[in-house]
């Protein structure tokens, strides 16, 4: 599983971050989510759907397939 983030849409609540701070985190100089790995680890799938669930902006997607964008 890959989580993307789209930059023109997030505008930084960082909610994703306090849910799931181990795959999000925040540019500490616009605010906006940064993912440190696109491939979610094992075991975080369900944190990071949360997290895509509750972003206000639904900047967050999740895609299935390896090399998607």
Do not use: W, Y
């Not at 799931?20 to 759907?49: M, N, S």
């Not at 639904?58 to 998607?68: P, Q, T």
């Amino acid at each position: 599983m890959k989580v993307h983030v789209n930059l023109d849409v997030c505008q930084g609540h960082a909610k994703c971050e306090d849910l799931c701070p181990e795959v999000f985190a925040t540019d500490a100089v616009e605010g906006k989510c940064v993912i440190k790995d696109p491939e979610v680890p094992a075991g975080l799938e369900e944190k990071v759907r949360l997290a895509v669930r509750n972003c206000p902006e639904g900047a967050l997607r999740v895609s299935n397939a390896k090399g998607s964008k």
